[in-house]
């Protein structure tokens, strides 16, 4: 019965704040009481309140735990009896303590509703894999995994799962596959990726559990001895139809087909990637899928259907399983708008086509060196201000460009490069070298590679749960394009302080952000327009979704076999002559109110924050004068979303939050520490004091000068340097100043002076 009855259950890890360098979580959503029918079943929740409150109300909370648990039965109890609700009719009926239904009774009522038959039953009822190195399924892994089963068991051919990159895809999946398996219902299964990595990645994961019913397909000759099958698209088609190699197997061999990354090449109607998907057709089959992708030619919801369970970015934000982000928008000169004059040449010495250029143009159709070496040095001077060894992932427009950054950023970290050569390395399809390095940049111990330049291979299906920056130099027009590669930066590795994430974008990519379908439910477009530029200005902040072009088919590496590149048209290269320079640059935050991603300049985003608080001058004045800590207010502040160390470096200036609050939010000239402390000794308000008290006094008066406000609220700093050598803190404040009171008296009037307004 223990195991049936869990109390103060946690099913949320805690949103994660970021304050500047400070990292808290928030409260983890907890219910009172789960009751279990078995492990992976949840029946009922119970919400508790005391004596003081009527039987019913816990039970709107209960009710919100149990529509994102999905359980059905919901309670609410004062202790002297339990209001029940029935999520299966919507009625509510009061329940005595003698009468509450027991397990049996639960589980007799939720067979009945759902319409359970004995043959679904068996796999409704089948355990999770558990193991000595297996976990429990977080809460959404649960409901994912049981709606597929369950859907899967009343016969439904084509499934789909929506969750987002990093909230354990692959573990879902493998969890599904061995409770049909295990139940019998399901007896020979494939698994199908398109990367070599994501096949490596499973058969070294969770996967390993099916030990030697599990073979990975590879060569040309199929193995029908196993009962588990992992294999790529590519092994498996080809295209020559005498090299198929999946119809070495007859088309029902496989009784269960799950498919990875489903929105790439499978979802189009005339993909050889598909064919595979048609010749087992009568397979159940299960798309797995962070973006599914809907546009005029391809729809993974026409083939799959509606997705059974969907688990967002934004969902997995809140709940803190994912990390959070900020944004650093660069817009350069040029990319708005450049024509080049009569003087311009390219690298041959011919004359520029006199037209008007953008960032659409750039490193696609034409090359500026002086471009990619000023991206090179802002992406450099984030690393160098923040963590020299934060591994990041740079997308550029193709191979060629990705090549020519990867040389700019080793000229511009000739240092770290001189250590180790593979602090910056490019990783493209066309380069073994650089894949080889995969395992070692997505590897949390291996500390090189640091700098990862990319175009396409990168994007999706490799789990780099240590990257902390994420840079866009390369137009992304396609939304589930850009859904994948935040996601590389979405994990969490508590290990490895890795808790949030920086998006640095140099091509206007995140102003997708904005799109409703960035984290909402998939909207296919019909008819989107070809002929509408989606690319007009680099600091556009919307996009229209029927404006969006999927990528350019010459952009994927190994998308598709069908997919046959084009003659490519050589690029114009400029040398010199052509300098860039930063016009405008934004940062964003996620709004903790919203979870939107705020759209607004730093400062004008801070004053409405600190206004929502303290509406007057006056109103800030009374709340710091009257302060005991002051660190208190920076404490509200920052936890209103106001982020102050980054305020303060957008400001440029040396000063308090006193003043950086006085300057931002109510337009009163800053003073800077110095200046307040110097004014304190012009005015010679503490003449009275001579000696050693005189001594600590201007002592105060340099920490406050160095570190600002908190320095002087503190009693503990009078166990350092200098006041040490003046005396230990019972000395200081006993015999000095004549007792506690006196001393801080002091302090008050101390800050009462340097505070005060001119």
């Not at 029940?84 to 939720?110: K, Q, T």
């Not at 000595?132 to 049981?146: D, F, M």
Request: charge should be negative; glycine fraction near 6%.
């Amino acid at each position: 019965m223990q195991h049936q009855i869990r109390e103060e259950v946690s099913f949320t890890a805690g949103r994660i704040n970021v304050r500047g360098k400070t990292i808290s979580r928030g409260e983890k959503k907890r219910a009172d009481y789960i009751l279990y029918y078995k492990n992976n079943l949840p029946i009922a929740i119970i919400e508790a309140k005391d004596a003081n409150h009527s039987v019913g109300d816990g039970m709107q909370q209960a009710l919100g735990y149990a529509k994102v648990l999905d359980i059905p039965f919901v309670y609410s109890s004062n202790g002297s009896g339990f209001l029940e609700h029935d999520f299966f009719n919507g009625s509510e009926r009061e329940v005595s303590i003698d009468a509450f239904p027991d397990p049996a009774d639960l589980y007799r009522r939720y067979r009945e509703q759902k319409k359970l038959t004995p043959e679904i039953e068996e796999a409704v009822l089948q355990d999770y894999y558990q193991g000595l190195t297996s976990h429990e399924p977080r809460y959404y892994q649960r409901v994912a995994i049981n709606h597929a089963v369950e859907v899967a068991a009343r016969g439904q051919k084509r499934i789909l799962l929506v969750m987002a990159t990093g909230t354990g895809k692959t573990y879902t999946a493998f969890q599904i596959i061995w409770r049909l398996w295990k139940a019998r219902k399901k007896k020979r299964i494939l698994f199908l990726v398109d990367r070599t990595a994501l096949a490596a990645q499973t058969m070294q994961g969770d996967f390993r559990h099916f030990g030697d019913k599990m073979t990975k397909i590879e060569g040309r000759i199929a193995d029908p001895s196993y009962e588990v099958y992992i294999a790529l698209y590519q092994g498996l088609t080809s295209a020559e139809e005498q090299n198929k190699l999946f119809k070495q197997f007859s088309p029902d061999f496989f009784d269960l087909v799950v498919i990875d990354e489903c929105h790439r090449g499978s979802a189009k109607e005339n993909s050889v990637w598909r064919e595979i998907l048609e010749y087992y057709s009568t397979a159940t089959q299960i798309g797995l899928t962070a973006t599914p992708k809907e546009t005029k030619d391809i729809s993974t919801q026409d083939y799959f259907g509606d997705a059974v369970y969907t688990y967002s970015l934004k969902q997995g934000i809140e709940d803190g399983f994912l990390a959070p982000y900020k944004v650093i928008r660069y817009v350069l000169d040029k990319d708005i708008e450049w024509r080049p004059n009569e003087l311009v040449r390219d690298q041959h010495g011919s004359p520029i086509e006199d037209r008007v250029y953008n960032a659409s143009d750039y490193d696609r159709n034409i090359v500026i060196k002086n471009r990619t070496k000023l991206v090179a040095q802002k992406i450099t001077e984030f690393v160098r201000d923040t963590d020299p060894m934060q591994k990041a992932i740079i997308f550029c427009v193709d191979i060629d460009h990705a090549e020519r950054m990867r040389e700019e950023l080793v000229n511009a970290n000739s240092d770290h490069v001189s250590k180790n050569h593979r602090y910056v390395v490019r990783i493209t399809g066309d380069n073994d070298e650089g894949k080889k390095e995969i395992e070692n940049f997505i590897n949390p111990e291996s500390p090189y590679p640091v700098l990862v330049t990319t175009s396409k291979l990168l994007t999706t299906g490799v789990d780099a749960q240590t990257c902390k920056l994420i840079v866009l130099d390369s137009p992304i027009n396609s939304m589930s394009e850009f859904k994948q590669i935040i996601g590389r930066g979405t994990r969490v590795n508590e290990d490895y302080g890795k808790y949030y994430f920086t998006i640095m974008d140099f091509r206007g990519a995140t102003r997708l952000f904005a799109d409703p379908n960035f984290d909402g439910e998939p909207v296919k477009i019909y008819e989107p327009d070809d002929k509408t530029s989606i690319k007009q200005h680099i600091e556009d902040e919307t996009v229209n979704p029927t404006d969006i072009k999927e990528e350019n088919p010459q952009e994927e590496i190994l998308i598709d076999p069908t997919v046959e590149e084009g003659e490519k048209k050589e690029k114009i290269v400029i040398t010199q002559g052509v300098e860039f320079d930063v016009a405008t640059k934004m940062i964003q935050y996620i709004d903790p109110a919203t979870g939107k991603l705020i759209a607004e300049n730093l400062t004008d985003y801070s004053k409405k924050q600190i206004l929502g608080t303290l509406p007057s001058l006056d109103e800030f004045i009374q709340k710091w004068s009257t302060a005991e800590r002051k660190d208190a207010i920076i404490q509200e502040l920052e936890s209103r979303g106001v982020p102050l160390e980054e305020l303060q470096k957008e400001i440029g200036l040396n000063v308090d939050v006193f003043d950086l609050v006085l300057h931002v939010a109510y337009n009163r000239k800053p003073l800077t520490r110095s200046e307040r402390v110097a004014n304190v000794r012009k005015g010679d308000y503490f003449a009275k004091y001579e000696g050693k008290a005189r001594q600590v006094i201007e002592a105060l008066l340099d920490k406050y000068a160095d570190q600002g406000s908190i320095a002087i609220d503190d009693i503990g700093d009078l166990e350092v340097s200098p006041f040490a050598e003046i005396g230990t803190p019972v000395e200081i404040v006993n015999d000095i100043f004549g007792g506690r009171e006196k001393y801080f008296g002091v302090l008050k009037t101390l800050q009462e002076k340097l505070y005060a307004l001119n």
